[in-house]
């Protein structure tokens, strides 16, 4: 039971990780110190771990990459649209 | 077997993907626009996914988290070194 809700915890931290840099971004406007490496790879990272999570049926998994992939497509957009890639 | 190894793939992805922020953070030797809670957040919950690997003895959980924890805590030296809290 302890365990179960430090894993909840863990997932609810990490899922919701990249929230702070979206608010950080559209208050600067500015994307220039972030790596486009990172948020394409980690993308794709994601992407496989929620495929990973349907296939075992494992709702945690599931939900977690779930939210984590939308917020990473959210600053994916942010990065284009404030000219990451010209700078 | 197949989704085995697209967890695999999708671990080896998510673990290595702060590689490249901490590349372009050591060239650009600039932190600005990186989220310094987005940092201590994943940090956090990173480390709490650790525990719960362990408690669960689940190899792929904590290889995968000691090597994303190690990449963060390097990125968070970083960040303090480039004067990230400053500007």
Redo the contacts between chains.
């Keep these: 039971m302890l365990?179960t809700m430090?894993?909840a915890?863990?997932?609810?931290?990490?899922?919701?990780?990249?929230?702070?840099?979206i608010?950080?971004?559209l208050r600067?406007k500015?994307?220039?110190?972030?790596?486009p490496?990172?948020l394409f790879?980690?993308s794709?990272?994601?992407f496989?771990?929620l495929?990973?999570g349907i296939?075992?049926q494992d709702q945690i998994i599931i939900v977690a990459n779930a939210v984590t992939l939308v917020t990473l497509a959210v600053l994916i957009f942010l990065y284009f649209k404030y000219g990451g890639l010209k700078k």
Tied chains: 1, 2.
Excluded: N
């Design positions: 365990w430090i894993g915890f863990a997932a609810t931290l990490t899922m919701f990780s990249f929230i702070p840099q608010a950080r971004s600067t500015s994307v220039k110190d972030v790596s490496v990172t790879q980690l794709a990272g994601v496989l771990w495929v990973y296939s075992r």
